[in-house]
């Protein structure tokens, strides 16, 4: 099994008590990537599509991806940039985040069509984000969805998850158009119901889902908190209870990531909807149990 995970990794600052911070890496699709390194079986193979500088915060970034197990072969470098940083407070369990990412070089990932191609050749799950879109230009976008129209051509099947950040785009119009059109594209769409009913005005849930499904993908898996997650698929709605939290919230960085990589591992595998929603939450659940984005004690592999 071969995944590529698209995206900007960023240096995080998490809290750690006493007023300081610990440094780390994450970013929404190196989250699930880096989950889904650690679920899936050895054999597995894991890479990430992303661009860094060629200083030596850049280069301990890529170091760290490595001795993750996460293949960087298509990790450009980019002279003159370097990588974004983000930092988290968090009150009562709720995170809120500054950013400085203007000089990523991850917004050029996608500025050469060969590289993607190459990239992207043999990949059984593309996985990519809202996020992913919203720090490329439009040009940049275009190109993106072409590479992964052919992957998809060629076999590969392409998951996505809309991560609506309105502060990322330049008018609210070009972001849902956007999201829309790369659902559109995609064969597994993993949205979040408060994203999706604050930005496109969806009623509950299954509207969502509908919404996606009647977009072309052919599954939908609507995330909702603590709510039942809905999925949607051959015309046919199911809602999943998500079980009570047995440990306290620490830090919900992460819950949608390491959900979709807790899900997409499991569905990979074999296993059906509901118990590969099962496989989310539970992760998602001891995720959120502990700080930071990447909780190390928080999964097991899958085999």
Known sequence: MHLVAI?????????????????????????TAWYMRRLLPAA???????????????????DFMAAEGIAVDHVQRVPGRSVGLYLIQVTDGERSFAYWRSCSAARLLAEDPARLDLALAGADLIYLSGITLAILGADARSRLSAALARARAAGSKVAFDPNIRPAL????????????????????VLPSYDDEARHFGDPDPVATAQRYAGNGAALVV????????????????????????????????AAGDSFNAGFLASYLSGENLGNAVAAGTSVAGRVIAGPGALVRDAVARIG
Not at 44 to 62: F, H, I, P, T
Not at 223 to 242: E, F, I, L, N
């Open 7 to 31: 995206g900007e990794c960023m240096v995080e600052l998490a809290p750690a008590g006493d007023a300081l911070f610990a440094m780390g890496f994450a970013g929404d699709t190196f989250n």
């Open 44 to 62: 597995a193979r894991v890479s990430y599509l992303s661009a860094v500088g060629k200083d030596a915060l850049s280069d301990r970034m890529v």
């Open 169 to 188: 785009w330049s008018d609210p119009a070009t972001m849902l158009q956007s999201i829309s059109g790369m659902a559109a594209g995609a064969d597994i």
């Open 222 to 253: 609507v995330k909702d908190g603590p709510k039942p997650v809905v999925t949607w698929q051959a015309g046919r709605s199911d809602r999943h209870p998500v079980p009570v939290l047995t440990m306290p919230v620490v830090d919900t960085t």
